[in-house]
């Protein structure tokens, strides 16, 4: 068999592009590439990326027991005596360094020279975090021979910085960078393409790459700048979530990508979400058991049904705020995506536990999923019914108009962001009869993590790493066109 390809991942957050990448396949059903190391700054993302490279030490579904135990609150270790040296092993591909302080940046470098050293081929993923873009225009990055530029001088810019260091210095055969939609319409974007096309420590240069258009950038404009725009629920995503990426290729490597397929139909939120045991909100004030919530959501939606053109929907009388159930298979959102996200494994469904919500707000809830179920779409601030308004300066300024957002079933999600952490107002559950907002696992299906990637942290901190991330089923596809890159099938 040959080797696995290396990657590495930096700015990992919670793994979302490297658990794509690791989960291609080649014909005979074995791995394509492997991660070596990832690096990330946020303690609780990390701990998620150390756990996620144990369970990957396992492949083929082979996990120990005591993996599923943990993530469904059983253990306190994932491992046992049998599995320790894994786990120590897990520890040692995954760094928690803040890229850019000086003691990190040595820590790191050292870390890649123990594992990248002498290897022929390997993939860098990942992307500086997008407030380093207004600065970019002060400085120019510069190769070896030319002035160099202080790296410590722009604090806000300094992950760009290592960015490019790390490419430069460590000679990526393929680098896949990702960032925000607005890094396009910002008047550094030409500075970054010509940035990441200068040679690199051994002289040698990159051709930079869409993965929706054929060709490549140069100086004769073949590709445009929104050509790097990848919208993901054309890829069997569900959610719109539009991201820059950009693939650069050592000019050494003759083959040139191919496009990203296009997927055949377009995934819902119901499509995703089926399957998931259904849950209750929860009420951060007052008496919040399974009787009382009922008793007051029922009354609740007593006093909504009629407001607004909506139609009551029965609450439902048996629900819990946290589920012992593993989710069921779904063929609703398609074969691949459905075995992408199933384990029949699991013994529960982690990371899946509602959150409290005042009384008020449950009533907005349920209205505005009521009126999504009826007219398949998000009412506007202007549809909700006097009754419901809430207390807001902008509420009457009409400059948030969709501040109470349903997910609808019928429809690709809007994109999921770290905000979810802050509430759920912006990412309320279809299901009128829940009367709530989205769990960490039901952002996690709109992400298309597996279900049985578990999210380490505060429940805060775990909305937070599933906004941040990379969908990993459309990184499992980004891998396919680097692994054709790298000749590999």
């Known amino acids: 068999m040959k080797k696995t390809i290396p990657i590495v991942d930096i700015f990992a957050g919670p793994g979302g592009l490297g658990e794509g990448f690791c989960g291609l396949r080649n014909s005979e059903g074995n791995s394509i590439f492997h991660s070596v190391l ?15 490279a144990f369970f ?47 003691e990190d940046d040595a820590q790191f470098d050292r870390k890649m020279e123990e594992t990248i050293d002498g290897k022929d081929d390997w993939v860098l993923l990942g992307g500086p975090p997008c407030q380093a873009y207004s600065v970019i225009g002060r400085w120019r990055f510069r190769s070896e021979g030319e002035n160099s530029h202080d790296l410590d001088g722009d604090t806000k810019s300094h992950l760009y910085k290592q960015y490019l260091r790390i490419i430069h210095k460590f000679c990526p055969t393929v680098f896949v960078m990702e960032n925000v939609r607005g890094l396009l319409s910002s008047k550094y974007f030409d500075l970054i393409i010509s940035d990441l096309q200068k040679p690199n420590i051994r002289g040698e240069r990159y051709r930079l790459y869409s993965l929706v258009k054929e060709g490549e950038d140069s100086k004769e404009g073949r590709i445009q700048p929104i050509d790097y725009l990848i919208r993901a629920e054309e890829f069997g995503v569900p959610q719109r979530r539009h991201r820059v990426i950009i693939v650069g290729v050592l ?25 998931l045991p259904p849950l209750r909100s929860g009420i951060s004030k007052g008496d919040n058991s399974d009787q009382a919530w009922y008793e007051k959501t029922a009354e609740l939606a007593g006093q909504v049904a009629g407001l607004g053109r909506t139609r009551h929907v029965q609450i439902r009388k048996r629900l819990k705020q946290k589920t012992g159930i593993p989710p069921k298979a779904n063929t609703s959102c398609g074969k691949a995506l459905d075995e992408w996200l199933h384990d029949p494994r699991l013994i529960t469904t982690p990371n899946h536990e509602t959150r409290g919500h005042m009384l008020s707000d449950l009533e907005r809830y349920y209205f505005a ?121």
């Open 38 to 52: 990832a690096a990330e700054m946020d303690r609780h993302a990390h701990k998620t990326l150390t756990l996620r």
């Open 56 to 102: 990957r030490m396992f492949p083929d579904g082979k996990a120990p027991d005591s993996y599923y135990r943990y993530i469904a609150g059983k253990r306190t270790t994932p491992y046992t005596d049998d599995t320790l040296d894994a786990w120590t092993r897990a520890q040692e591909k995954s760094l928690c360094v803040e890229l850019g302080c000086a």
């Open 251 to 275: 000019e050494r490597i003759k083959t040139r990508p191919d496009p990203l397929i296009k997927a055949g139909t377009v995934c819902t939120v119901g499509d995703v979400l089926a399957g």
């Open 369 to 489: 999923s009521a009126f999504a179920k009826e007219h398949h779409r998000t009412p506007r601030d202007t549809e909700f019914p006097a009754q419901l308004a809430p207390a807001h300066k902008s509420w009457q300024t009409n400059k948030f108009n969709d501040r109470f957002r349903v997910q609808v079933t019928g429809l690709p999600a809007t994109t999921i962001v770290a905000h979810i952490s802050k509430d759920g107002h912006s990412f309320i559950h279809p299901d009128p009869s829940q009367c709530r907002s989205l769990t960490v696992r039901e952002a996690a299906r709109l992400q298309t993590f597996p279900d049985n990637y578990f999210f380490e942290g505060p429940r805060t901190e775990q909305y937070k790493q599933v906004g941040n991330a990379v969908p990993p089923f459309l990184a499992l596809q980004i891998a396919g066109v680097v692994a054709g890159i790298l000749g590999i099938k």
